[in-house]
T-cell receptor, first 113, second 116 residues
Framework: EADIYQTPRYLVIGTGKKITLECSQT?????MYWYQQDPGMELHLIHY???????EKGDLSSESTVSRIRTEHFPLTLESARPSHTSQYLC????????????FGPGTRLLVL | AQSVAQPEDQVNVAEGNPLTVKCTYS??????LFWYVQYPNRGLQFLLK??????LVKGSYGFEAEFNKSQTSFHLKKPSALVSDSALYFC??????????????FGKGTMLLVSP
């Protein structure tokens, strides 16, 4: 198993609350990613980073924001949660030398009431 | 844009029988192709990848995949299925973004159910 951690694993929260999903990896990987996974299985890339102070938006438009201040840490923030944000969020990382092979964390399952 | 298609939402196979999970791709240039597996309430686990070289790629847990350039396919196979292989399987392809960086684009996933 890859050394990539996500907290919390499960979160139930009310509409309008600010939340931060944590993702950390201890492998020194330069590249990190956030995906949103639909209940019907499909993964959508929402953010990625190729290093410290480098972040890009992914394919799926998202109201979330990310930061990359340290190599090992890539948190995702929702300023005001809504029921439409209910989903599973998966974090992944990839070393530069492995040609895009990504290693995934266990995911955070978010429910916004 | 690069893409992959997994034509089957679900594949059913009996334990001990061979299994195939299908994936076709559409890319410009040389493809980097991947297979991942997801067990319930878990993240994705890397199984295998094709970058270059032999068309038959061997991976974890006895899985292998065959790269077929003429058919633009990268089907996942296993000679003898186990009940514990029941999971969600994703095919993915490398995609270069306008930012100049590369990411993975995933297929919609195929649920594999292996019956005892």
């Amino acid at each position: 198993e890859a050394d990539i951690y996500q907290t919390p694993r499960y979160l139930v929260i009310g509409t309008g609350k600010k939340i931060t999903l944590e993702c950390s990896q201890t492998m020194g990987h330069d590249k990190m990613y956030w995906y949103q996974q639909d209940p019907g299985m499909e993964l959508h890339l929402i953010h990625y980073s190729y290093g410290v102070n480098s972040t890009e938006k992914g394919d799926l438009s998202s109201e979330s924001t990310v930061s990359r201040i340290r190599t090992e840490h890539f948190p995702l923030t929702l300023e005001s949660a809504r029921p439409s944000h209910t989903s599973q969020y998966l974090c992944a990382s990839s070393p530069h030398i492995e040609r895009e092979t990504q290693y995934f964390g266990p995911g955070t399952r978010l429910l916004v009431l | 844009a690069q893409s992959v298609a997994q034509p089957e939402d679900q594949v059913n196979v009996a334990e001990g029988n061979p299994l195939t999970v299908k994936c076709t791709y559409s890319v410009s240039g040389n493809p980097y192709l991947f297979w991942y597996v997801q067990y319930p309430n878990r993240g994705l686990q890397f199984l295998l990848k094709y970058i270059t070289g032999d068309n038959l790629v061997k991976g974890s847990y006895g899985f292998e995949a065959e790269f077929n350039k003429s058919q633009t396919s990268f089907h996942l196979k296993k000679p003898s299925a186990l009940v514990s292989d029941s999971a969600l399987y994703f095919c993915a392809v490398r995609e270069r973004k306008n930012s100049g960086y590369s990411t993975l684009t995933f297929g919609k996933g195929t649920m594999l159910l292996v019956s005892p």
